[in-house]
C-alpha cells in the first residue's frame, strides 16, 4: 500500500494507537492472575523462555526490544521467585542462560489463561468474523512494525 492509499488514515491509527497503549496500561492492573513475586515486565519474559526455551539475557533483552540492564534486573527477579533459574550455557561456558522452572510455567499458564479471559470479555460483542479480521490485520500490522524496526530508515 503507498502512503497516499494511507495518508487519511494515519492520524487516526496514531490517535489509536495511544488510545490502545494507555488502555493496555491500565487493563493489566485488572488481570487476576495473583502474585508471583515479580513485576509484570518480568513475568512477560517468561513467555519466550517457554516458546524458545533457555537462552541468555542478552537475547531476552532482544526480543523484549529492552535495555540489557533493565531486563537484567527483570531476569533477578523471575530467578528470585523461583520461576527461572540461571544454567550453564552449553555453547559458552562462561555464560549462562535462562530457563523457565515448574512455578514459571504454572505462571506462564495462570497469565495466558487470564489474558484470553479478558479478551473473550472485551470480544464477546463481536461475531467470529470480526475476531478473525481483527486477529489477522493486527498480525499483519505487527508484522510491518517488526520489519520497519528490523531495518532503520533514515527518515521516518
Known sequence: MRESDTGDAIPRIADELVRFHRLMARARSMLNVG??????????????LRYRGPMRATDLAEIKQA????V?????????AGLARREADPGDGRASRLAITDAGLTAVGQLEEARQAWLRDVLGDWSPDQAATFAGLFAEFNSSVE????TPRENP
Not at 502474585?35 to 519466550?48: C, H
Not at 535495555?67 to 533493565?70: F, L
Not at 520489519?147 to 528490523?150: D, I
Open 67 to 70: 535495555d540489557p540492564s533493565t
Open 147 to 150: 520489519a520497519r524496526l528490523a
Open 72 to 80: 537484567s534486573r527483570q531476569v533477578a527477579q523471575l530467578v528470585k
Open 35 to 48: 502474585d508471583f513475586g515479580a513485576e509484570y515486565s518480568a513475568l512477560m519474559l517468561l513467555f519466550p
